[in-house]
């Protein structure tokens, strides 16, 4: 069972989207969290709707992001949202999520989001990334930090590669997320193959 989430981004993708989707489904990540952060919710539902179904296809998890009304009008199980929209949303609606993520850049973040439902978060960037240029990773004492402050998986995002994958395990998390490489690689069941090596 692969600790790889692959986070989308359509606009890195050298080929059609769908196709692309299509190949990362078949690798069998531990999930992909669909983020298209540049679309509107009528688009996104769209999308959804199509991405959702290749999953199924494959067995594959599919994790909605932000638009929290189009996840429970299409009987979704799992969400990930910023860390501003999960307070903003009403237990109800949370309940209705068997799986619910969330976006943490610090211990206190981490703890209100497992305090909040959560049962899993990602925290970065760990790393030095081209989607933060300028910004330094925060580095592995930091994921460490926030893997010891809750119980519930954490993720590690931010410059994720095969060759560091091995320190981010070590640091107590339950495995990472990857967008970049997942979306510009060669094949996709070749590059998740790496981070078991």
């Known amino acids: 069972m692969s600790d790889i989430l692959c986070v989308t981004s359509r606009g890195l993708c050298r080929e059609d989207f769908s196709v692309r989707i299509d190949k990362i489904a078949a690798a069998h990540p531990a999930g992909i969290i669909l983020r298209e952060k540049d679309l509107a919710e009528d688009e996104y539902r769209r999308l959804a709707e199509t991405v959702l179904a290749v999953c199924r296809k494959y067995g594959t998890l599919c994790i909605l992001h932000q638009f ?6 299409l009987e979704v199980s799992a969400i990930h949202l910023p ?7 009403p237990a109800a609606q949370k309940e209705r999520f068997s799986i619910l993520g969330a976006s943490c850049h610090s211990a206190e973040d981490a703890r209100e989001a497992q305090k909040l439902g959560c049962t899993y ?9 081209d989607c933060k240029k300028g910004t330094p990773g925060r580095g592995t004492a930091f994921l460490q930090e926030i893997c010891r402050s809750v119980s519930i998986p954490v993720y590690a995002i931010g ?3 095969p060759e560091n994958i091995g320190a981010v395990r070590t640091a107590g998390a339950k495995g990472a997320c990857v967008m970049s490489a997942l979306m510009t690689c060669g094949q996709p069941s070749d590059y998740l193959n790496a981070f078991k090596e």
């Open 68 to 73: 929290v009304q189009t996840a429970l009008s």
């Open 83 to 89: 860390l501003p929209l999960l307070r903003s949303i």
């Open 121 to 129: 978060i990602t925290a970065g960037h760990i790393f030095d990334t």
């Open 159 to 161: 410059g994720i590669r």
